[in-house]
């Protein structure tokens, strides 16, 4: 397997499979022992229903631990996304075995048999021009507030468990459209659409590879993306062509900040920021002011520090 080429030295590969894992914990064991001894970082969530996440290493590291992943049993036709990054985007490596590998609190659904129709790009585009179509922005509050599609809509969850109620309060707006859904990398909209379809609305469409497939392959003259699409390392966003944005993070309430947002007289570098000003206490912004000090002497020294590279 040839990987992309770049001049950047750290390749980051975003994948998910839906697929039968018998034992998930012995998986974990071969693949966490795989990515230390190839210093690879970040983070992969199995469970028995299959693989989710996103790590960075060398390419050939990278591309060791992708052959193998497509050498599992039931593991190929994966959805796989690779990018670059200057710096490591993530600290350390990390797998973790949940009930789901996505979190959407419904265990009935077989995302892989009941998912709705998969589009590309193009054909996206076509779909949510057309204005009876509905579209749906399948992930959480503060990822769409740096970024969405034109027209979409946006469910203000905070997490994906909420997504099914938002479908039974809204279904009156869902029924008898055609309702196109999308998400960061795919995963989340392959169980939102199946569940969708479960409910009775059966003209359901999905963006294939998600955000971020559709940001590598599309013009930004063509695109009808505004904004830039959160991603869960340090980079914080990227950009069409899947260059790194220009958002950064809160490190108080982990949110992600314009850069309009980071002119705010509510922004305190790693103590506040406009969307959680107001929910912590005095005593909290002490705390962060203190670890704030610690990352700034970090810095000042050369050293690395323990919450992110991205200020």
Same mark, same amino acid.
């Given at each position: 397997?040839?990987?992309?080429?770049?001049?950047?030295?750290?390749?980051?590969? $975003?994948? @998910?499979?839906?697929?039968?894992?018998?034992?998930?914990?012995?998986?974990?064991?071969?693949?966490?022992?795989?990515?230390?001894?190839?210093?690879?970082?970040?983070?992969?969530?199995?469970?028995?229903?299959?693989?989710?996440?996103?790590?960075?290493?060398?390419?050939?590291?990278?591309?060791?631990?992708?052959?193998?992943?497509? %050498?599992?049993? !039931?593991?190929?036709?994966?959805? /796989?996304? @690779?990018?670059?990054?200057?710096?490591?985007?993530? =600290?350390?490596?990390?797998?973790?075995?949940?009930?789901?590998?996505?979190?959407?609190?419904?265990?009935?659904?077989?995302?892989?048999?009941?998912?709705?129709? @998969?589009? !590309?790009?193009?054909?996206?585009?076509?779909?949510?021009?057309?204005?009876?179509? /509905?579209?749906?922005?399948?992930?959480?509050? @503060?990822?769409?507030?740096?970024?969405?599609?034109?027209?979409?809509?946006? #469910?203000?969850?905070?997490?994906?468990?909420?997504?099914?109620?938002?479908?039974?309060?809204?279904?009156?707006?869902?029924e008898g459209r055609k309702v196109a859904m999308f998400c960061t990398g795919g995963i989340r909209c392959e169980k939102a659409t199946a569940y969708v379809k479960s409910q009775g609305i059966d003209n359901v469409f999905h963006l294939k590879g998600g955000i971020?497939?559709?940001?590598?392959?599309?013009?930004?003259?063509? %695109?009808?993306?505004?904004?830039?699409?959160?991603?869960?390392?340090? =980079?914080?966003?990227?950009?069409?062509?899947?260059?790194? !944005?220009? $958002?950064?993070?809160?490190?108080?309430?982990?949110? #992600?900040?314009? #850069? $309009?947002?980071?002119? *705010?007289?509510?922004?305190?570098? !790693? /103590? *506040?920021?406009?969307?959680?000003?107001?929910?912590? %206490?005095?005593?909290?912004? $002490?705390?962060?002011?203190?670890?704030?000090?610690?990352?700034?002497?970090?810095?000042?020294?050369?050293?690395?520090?323990?919450?992110?590279?991205?200020?």
């Open positions: 397997m040839n990987l992309p080429t770049s001049n950047q030295p750290w390749r980051i590969v $975003a994948l @998910y499979r839906f697929f039968t894992i018998a034992d998930p914990q012995q998986l974990r064991l071969d693949l966490l022992a795989r990515c230390e001894q190839q210093a690879i970082k970040g983070t992969l969530i199995m469970a028995n229903e299959g693989i989710n996440g996103t790590v960075a290493g060398r390419d050939d590291a990278i591309e060791a631990l992708v052959a193998h992943l497509m %050498s599992l049993d !039931g593991f190929d036709g994966a959805e /796989i996304k @690779y990018s670059t990054a200057v710096e490591m985007p993530f =600290r350390r490596m990390k797998i973790r075995i949940k009930p789901e590998i996505v979190t959407m609190g419904v265990t009935d659904l077989d995302p892989v048999a009941e998912a709705g129709t @998969y589009l !590309g790009p193009e054909d996206w585009n076509t779909l949510i021009a057309d204005p009876q179509t /509905i579209v749906v922005d399948t992930r959480n509050e @503060y990822e769409t507030a740096v970024g969405t599609f034109q027209n979409a809509l946006d #469910p203000h969850t905070r997490t994906f468990r909420e997504f099914p109620d938002w479908v039974k309060q809204n279904r009156d707006r869902l971020l497939q559709y940001l590598e392959d599309m013009p930004e003259e063509k %695109s009808l993306w505004n904004g830039e699409c959160f991603v869960f390392d340090e =980079r914080v966003t990227v950009a069409h062509g899947l260059v790194e !944005g220009d $958002a950064r993070l809160c490190r108080a309430c982990r949110h #992600p900040l314009t #850069p $309009a947002e980071c002119t *705010s007289p509510d922004y305190v570098e !790693g /103590i *506040s920021c406009p969307h959680c000003v107001d929910l912590r %206490s005095d005593a909290d912004r $002490a705390r962060y002011a203190q670890r704030q000090e610690q990352v700034e002497l970090a810095l000042a020294r050369g050293e690395d520090h323990p919450i992110g590279r991205k200020q």
